[in-house]
């Protein structure tokens, strides 16, 4: 290592000293200021520490984020330049306890509008030259972000292809997607960071961990407008056909706030999810606590995976299993109570453990577990648990576990249709009856 280097805070655009300085220096030390820059690119052997009372800050200039070739919701296709893109590289270090801001508010303004107007074609030139770029995007499946009118907004740390990574300490806030979203990498830990968007921020993620192994999210804090940690392992026929699974990941001592799922599995399930332990987390406020989430045509192995000591308070329900998951398509045929046929798009769910977790205060329903008639959740075991629902809950329960084609259960209670499932001592506390039983249930 050459030694650090510290970079002026002066109003100025700082992204080619940056860059110039961690490929020579390999150290920069941002001290207390507003450093203004573009998409950054962090090399290989490279440390970028922002002390207390730095912040990072990324213009949200549009047309300064070029195409590059990545997955966005799961596809492989050409999306805009990730804020910090760490790619292909080894022994990489974000540290520090200042701020990483990515001016998310103009990226989510754009999604806003096309949604309220109901747009579904690209409207601008940079959409329109993304359309050319991706030219099957009609085809290719989404997850809401607007793939459809091809406004591919940049995540704002993206680990693609690289190995030996550490983000720790920072605060990192106002993504303008996806926030950090470790990609084809191995051994990377993401310590005591706190990530921050507002809850009506749309996709804009905490963590994705997608077709990646080896990572560790620990003592973190996060509070976004959509998923807070979630585990993805690429969409559609493109992920079924690159068939890179995301295994061994550890999530232990984290708080989620606000988000729409606490620890998240899915939707993009193409590949292999395995091997998964989040322990000792608190999910406060979220939409769900424990979700994981799928249908037809996602694809996947979701396998041995351990859920412990999770407290969940003021939730709409604290644990889904969802094979019905309606975002991002409109073909209702996917949501079809008979069996259909098992393909490479049929996603199967088995060795699911639940132990020692705890829920109150639930809005919606006590928890759902729905697998599919051709693809039963298998081996599903709940053991010294407590799902309580609220004796105010008036939230609409399709709503909170966001299925199609099921119909509405008859109380707020815990909902099983169409999978094995052991429970030893769980106390479900919502209103009659508390444990709702349906097609295909095999309890143990």
């Known amino acids: 290592m050459a030694g650090n ?6 109003g100025t655009d700082v992204r080619e000293e940056l860059m110039r300085a961690l490929a020579e220096k390999h150290e920069v030390v941002l001290k207390e200021g507003v450093y203004l820059t573009g998409p950054v690119v962090i090399p290989s052997d490279a440390r970028l520490v922002l002390e207390k009372g730095a912040v990072l800050r990324f213009i949200p200039d549009f047309t300064a984020y070029p195409p590059v070739f990545t997955r966005w919701e799961g596809v492989k296709c050409w999306a805009m330049h990730p804020c910090i893109y760490i790619n292909e590289a080894v022994n990489v270090t974000i540290t520090g306890e200042g701020t990483i801001d990515g001016s998310g508010k103009p990226w989510w303004d ?5 949604r309220q107007r109901g747009i579904r074609e690209p409207q601008s030139e940079l959409e329109k030259k993304f359309a050319q770029l991706n030219p099957d995007y009609r085809s290719q499946p989404g997850g ?15 680990i693609k292809n690289s190995r030996n990574v550490v983000i720790e300490g920072v605060n990192i806030i106002n ?23 507002p809850y009506e921020a749309p996709n804009t993620d905490g963590i994705d961990i997608e077709s990646s192994s080896a990572v560790k999210v620990l003592d973190s804090v996060v509070d976004v407008g959509d998923d807070g940690i979630a585990l993805k392992s690429g969409s559609g026929e493109d992920g079924i056909k690159d068939n890179i699974p995301t295994r061994d990941v550890v999530i232990r001592g984290c708080t989620v706030r606000s988000a729409h799922g606490g ?54 329900c604290p644990f889904v299993i969802n094979m019905y998951y309606r975002c991002g398509t409109d073909d209702m045929s996917l949501f079809s109570l008979d069996p259909l046929p098992v ?15 705890h829920a109150e205060g639930s809005g919606a329903s006590a928890g759902m577990v729905v697998g599919l008639p051709e693809s039963p959740v298998g081996n599903l075991v709940i053991r010294n648990s407590y799902f309580g629902v609220s004796p105010d809950a008036d939230r609409p329960v399709s709503e909170s576990d966001m299925y199609n084609g099921l119909p509405d259960p008859p109380s707020r209670g815990f909902r099983i249709r169409n999978a094995e499932i052991r429970i030893d001592n769980l106390t479900v506390d919502s209103d009659e ?6 097609n295909g249930v095999t309890l143990k």
């Open 110 to 114: 754009i999604v806003s509008d096309r």
């Open 433 to 438: 009856p508390k444990i709702i039983a349906e």
């Open 5 to 10: 280097y510290e970079i002026a805070a002066d």
């Open 343 to 357: 393909n490479s798009g049929t996603p199967r769910i088995y060795n699911v453990t639940i132990e020692d977790c």
């Open 144 to 158: 809401g972000g607007g793939r459809d009118y091809q406004f591919m907004r940049p995540p704002l740390i993206q």
């Open 175 to 197: 993504s303008p997607f996806w926030t950090i979203h470790p990609l084809f990498s191995d051994n990377v830990v993401i310590r005591n960071v706190n990530i921050k968007n």
């Open 263 to 316: 620890a998240v599995i899915g939707s993009e399930t193409a590949a292999e999810i395995s091997d998964l332990v989040v322990e000792d987390c608190f999910f406060d406020g979220t939409d769900r606590g424990i979700r994981i989430k799928s249908r037809r045509t996602r694809g996947g192995l979701i396998h041995d995976i351990v859920f412990r000591r999770i407290r969940m308070k003021d939730n709409l």
